[in-house]
């Protein structure tokens, strides 16, 4: 009964430096969603994927690209990480994208240093 | 655009005390609105909703009620728990031009002392 699966949870970069943060969902779910917390700011939208084969911007897309791989997994890919980059990343899935219930998993803490 | 609005924290409450933590919002349309859950070191959880006006959403003994002419979805439980010590979120969803997603209040942190 895994769900939300992220990976991993913790990772200390140095600026300029790349990574790919992982996220597989099991529940056979139709929408994936990367966010980013910072304090006092709540979730932020980075991107979205509204079914496999399909991405679209959210709030804050800027530094980031996503892979939608097949149904199970989303990717989101830092491609020269910056200090504004630290924050905790959460991966989301849904059935659809109507509806606002969603399934998260228990996050990546990034820094950058 | 969409936003939320929650009272800033921490609150900080005795075991059994009443709760409540506010939650407002502006929105074009009739959105569905949600309250969800973070304890330390996990991911959110989706703790109850209610997707029209005067619907009351209830879970584990919260409750908040959809008031469209105050435009609020307040949080409240009765007797809280050490246990319900957490970060909490309001958050609203609808469809609209921008696309279909949740927009998240900043999280109120309550802290509940034995």
């Known amino acids: 009964n895994a769900g939300v699966t992220q990976t991993p949870k913790f990772q200390v970069l140095k600026t300029g430096q790349s990574m790919t943060l992982q996220c597989a969902q099991d529940?056979?779910?139709?929408?994936m969603y990367w966010y980013r917390q910072d304090p006092g700011m709540g979730l932020r939208l980075i991107y979205y994927?509204?079914?496999?084969?399909?991405?679209d911007k959210g709030e804050v897309p800027n530094g980031y690209n996503v892979s939608r791989l097949n149904k199970r997994e989303f990717s989101l890919r830092l491609e020269s990480a910056a200090p504004s980059q630290t924050s905790v990343y959460f991966c989301a899935s849904s059935e659809w994208t109507g509806g606002g219930g969603y399934t998260f998993g228990s996050g990546t803490r990034l820094t950058v240093v | 655009g969409d936003s939320v609005t929650q009272m800033e924290g921490p609150v900080t409450l005795s075991e059994e005390a009443f709760l409540t933590i506010n939650c407002t919002y502006t929105?074009?349309?009739?959105?569905?609105l949600f309250w969800y859950v973070q304890y330390p070191g996990e991911g959110l959880q989706l703790l109850l909703k209610a997707t029209k006006a005067d619907d009351k959403g209830s879970n584990k003994g919260f409750e908040a009620t959809y008031r469209k002419e105050t435009t609020s979805f307040h949080l409240e439980k009765g007797s809280v728990q050490v246990s319900d010590s957490a970060v909490y979120f309001c958050a609203l969803f609808q469809n609209n031009n921008a696309g279909n997603m949740l927009t998240f209040g900043g999280g109120t942190r309550l802290m509940v002392k034995p």
């Open positions: 929105a074009t349309g009739y959105p569905s």
């Open positions: 994927s509204a079914s496999e084969g399909t991405t």
């Open positions: 529940m056979n779910h139709n929408s």
